[in-house]
């Protein structure tokens, strides 16, 4: 709620309410009444009567003579008189103590209603009658009830609307403002009206004369009063500090009366251990609770000094602190101790010893206070090892294990002949594990796997689990190097055999990278770079093995870094090309398709092999936009190639799919998208994908394939046969073509020989009704060679090498094929290619 308007709105209200009252007295000011009297009793009201205020003691009200020349104005002359020198008394009083014009006038309308409210009342009553108003004759009770209603009226209403006014700039309640301020005021106007209605009485008997003789008399006992009241009030305050100094001797007292008593039982029965001991360390007087924590009686204690019970290698540090406590160097001391229980266990305390008397006397006596810290100790130590060690494991984790090869690092640099190595050990596919059995089996396998870990370790060396499927190990002192290669051999072993895990039995491998420090690695940061690098030079290499870093792979580190970034800054501008390689009809030479290849040009290092960037693409999550870049950017340049093709044209685009891609959920509507824009029919596009995209993503590539082949997609399989072959996964599938791996088709020579990977893909193709596309094919003699075996389709460089995108333009429009070489061969016998 916004206060500051509504006490705005609220002023403003009271003000034109106020305003109404002066001009309605105004309009119907009888001024046949108005008269020099009028005048000094106006001067009088607001020139005098408003600076003298009285303060009543013990409250915060005040009594002022000018509520009671107003109170006196309304008796001799009326409302309307009344109204207006309430308002103008009020106008200049505020300014004497405000510089806000809205509350100046808030204030003299506040007053102006207050007082027309009181001869509504008045009226109401009917009691507002000169008469009565006077007290003439048998009125005299009707004037004694006009004079109350008067004050009770006003003090309603005037204390009123300064209230409402105060709780909505201040936000507290109405009631709590009335109540605390303004409640104790209404003396103030009940003492304003007895005095006019006095004065008025004086008036009539004597003239009005009277008030003006009776006025100096009234101000002089207002000042005699205020100040015997100010004395009263001084009184009352030495009274009050009389009896709270009183009070404060009287505690004071007690307090001396009972200090020894409470000592004495706060020294026995205090929670902690509490002793007065000699300065030579003998027990004078201990306390129960240290009884309790050392297990000894009092008078076993007495018996002793505290040097019998406090472990030898603390006593030295305590007898220094005692010293310079009885020195005068220091007031007090406090350390953590160990202690002997009589039962023989440890007690950790912790120590704080002061003086009890003056250490300068003959006899000083020392306060010693032990508490039991032992609960705390084993939590730090919890805490310490749940700090360095992984809760899964209870292997020691990241933060302790670079720790300790930062130490073992300065060791080196102080002994030369001191060395330290690092294996650094990734799991191979642990991924595949959470992802088919669950993470519960997944967490059981890296607890069982830990254990394995540490069989394989000497004694002194440290195996650390960094995170997820991340180990280390930790070897240091005088060894050959040897040993640190036969650990990862004896972990490549323990892996060998299956784990057993909630029923089930699983094989793991791991990728090692074996770092031996130098003097180039001057940080821990350092080692744990190289020892990961090796380590994903073994896991490139193939996985389960291991790799000892060398230069080579730091330099190969860093030009990896470099290509990934120059990688990132080519796909945002988009600096890839697109070459096109054509297939064919082997039979007839006829152009059946094109093939979109993506080439990088880099500007400093040439062309980089699409075997070199594309796995860098996959690796660091780059595969999705740089294929959508190709897909998008073939499908735009044979889209407007297809229109102009001679005759019934069937030309298929084959574009290449990661089987990272299918990692993304909307890849289906990603393709679906790019079609839409570039108007590339679905039915034109052949996307080509490999056989390991079926073991990473299994169901889920299956249904995705499926979604594909409904918009009308073909499907091609890349390089069939150097991947995870499986037939059954063949059969499940929507494709339509097997593409034989280059690797194949090479090893075929002059005479025509092995062919027995080719000849059995072929025949597996025909029985499950796919079509067949030979790469690689570079001379006449694996041509001629696969003709005869009747293999549909093929592409290679003896056919038509990979063209930029005018020139194969150029190529489809002149031709729709070429001349393909006859085969010299009259059977296949002769050829060997039955075996």
């Not at 090869?405 to 294996?423: F, H, N």
């Amino acid at each position: 709620m916004n206060y500051q308007r509504l006490t705005k709105f609220y002023m403003i209200v009271v003000l034109l309410l106020g305003l109404a009252c002066i001009l309605a007295a105004a309009v119907g000011l009888p001024l046949e009444k108005f008269d020099l009297k009028f005048v000094v009793l106006a001067c009088f009201t607001v020139g005098i009567g408003s600076r003298v205020t009285l303060q009543i003691p013990r409250f915060k009200s005040h009594i002022a003579v000018s509520d009671t020349f107003i109170f006196l104005a309304l008796l001799m002359y009326g409302a309307e008189f009344a109204i207006i020198l309430s308002a103008v008394e009020a106008y200049f009083s505020s300014i004497r103590f405000c510089s806000k014009k809205l509350t100046i006038f808030f204030n003299a309308a506040a007053m102006a209603f207050s007082t027309t409210a009181v001869v509504l009342m008045l009226k109401v009553f009917g009691l507002y009658s000169e008469s009565q108003l006077h007290g003439h004759g048998e009125h005299i009770q009707d004037f004694v009830i006009a004079l109350s209603i008067m004050a009770l009226t006003h003090f309603i209403v005037n204390t009123s609307l300064v209230s409402t006014y105060e709780s909505l700039s201040n936000g507290i309640p109405f009631w709590d403002t009335w109540k605390n301020k303004y409640l104790w005021t209404f003396i103030t106007y009940f003492v304003g009206a007895a005095s006019a209605g006095l004065l008025i009485q004086l008036s009539d008997s004597i003239g009005f004369g009277v008030i003006i003789a009776t006025f100096p008399v009234v101000l002089f006992i207002f000042l005699s009063y205020r100040m015997y009241l100010k004395n009263v009030e001084m009184s009352n305050a030495q009274a009050d500090q009389a009896k709270e100094y009183s009070k404060v001797l009287e505690e004071r007292s007690a307090a001396l009366i009972e200090s020894e008593q409470r000592f004495r039982s706060a020294f026995n029965y205090a929670p902690i251990g509490i002793a007065l001991v000699s300065p030579a360390g003998d027990w004078l007087r201990v306390n129960h609770a240290l009884c309790k924590l050392v297990g000894y009686t009092a008078e076993e204690l007495r018996a002793t000094n505290f040097q019998s019970i406090i472990f030898p290698e603390d006593l030295g540090p305590a007898l220094v602190n005692i010293h310079e406590l009885l020195s005068g160097k220091t007031a007090n001391c406090q350390m953590e101790q160990r202690y002997r229980h009589k039962g023989g266990e440890t007690v950790w305390a912790l120590w704080s010893v002061s003086a009890a008397s003056d250490v300068r006397s003959e006899k000083p006596t020392l306060i010693f206070q032990l508490q039991d810290i032992s609960d705390k100790k084993l939590a730090e130590d919890k805490l310490h090892y749940e700090a360095t060690h992984d809760a899964l494991t209870g292997l020691p984790n990241r933060s302790f294990f670079m720790r300790k090869l930062a130490k073992a690092l300065q060791k080196t640099k102080l002994d030369p002949k001191y060395k330290v190595s690092v294996l650094f050990i990734d799991l191979d596919r642990f991924k595949y594990v959470n992802d088919s059995l669950g993470h519960l089996v997944g967490d059981q396998l890296l607890i069982a796997i830990a254990e394995r870990l540490r069989e394989c370790m000497r004694p002194p060396d440290i195996v650390a689990r960094l995170g997820g499927d991340e180990f280390t190990i930790l070897v240091e002192g005088r060894y050959y190097m040897e040993k640190v290669t036969r650990i990862a051999e004896r972990i490549h072993a323990k892996f060998g055999v299956p784990f057993e895990v909630r029923g089930h039995e699983v094989y793991s491998s791991a990728s090692i990278g074996i770092l031996h420090a130098s003097e180039k690695h001057l940080t821990s940061e350092e080692m744990m770079r190289d020892a990961d690098t090796a380590m994903y030079h073994a896991k490139r290499a193939g996985k389960a093995r291991h790799e000892v870093f060398d230069e080579d792979m730091h330099v190969a580190a860093r030009e990896t870094l470099r290509l990934e970034t120059d990688l990132r800054r080519a796909i945002e501008k988009e600096e890839f090309l697109v070459l096109y390689q054509p297939i064919f009809l082997l039979e007839t030479g006829e152009i059946k398709g094109i093939e979109a290849l993506a080439r990088w040009n880099h500007l400093q290092l040439g062309e980089i092999s699409p075997n070199k960037f594309i796995p860098l693409a996959e690796e660091v999550g780059l595969i999705d936009v740089l294929g959508e870049h190709i897909l998008r950017k073939a499908c735009t340049q044979i889209g407007s190639v297809l229109p102009l093709l001679k005759g019934e044209s069937a030309l298929k685009l084959s574009v290449n799919l990661s089987f990272k891609q299918f990692a993304r959920p909307t890849l289906v509507e990603k393709i679906q998208t790019i079609l839409d824009e570039t108007e590339f029919p679905p039915n034109r596009l052949k996307l080509e994908i490999t056989e390991s995209v079926f073991f990473e993503y299994q169901e889920k590539a299956v249904g995705m394939l499926h979604r594909l082949r409904d918009i009308g997609i073909e499907l091609d399989v890349d390089d069939f046969g150097t991947g995870y072959s499986n037939l059954s996964n063949l059969m499940r599938l929507p494709i339509s073509t097997l593409k034989i791996d280059s690797s194949f088709i090479k090893p075929i020579n002059d005479g025509g020989a092995n062919t027995e990977m080719v000849k059995s893909i072929l025949a597996m193709a025909r029985n499950l009704g796919l079509k067949v596309i030979a790469e690689g094919i570079e001379n006449e003699i694996q041509l001629e060679v696969l003709k005869k075996l009747d293999c549909e389709h093929g592409q290679g460089f003896l056919l038509a090498k990979p063209m930029p995108f005018e020139a194969i333009r150029e190529f489809l429009l002149e031709s729709d094929r070429i001349d393909v070489p006859k085969p010299q061969f009259d059977d296949l016998s002769t050829v060997s290619l039955i075996q």
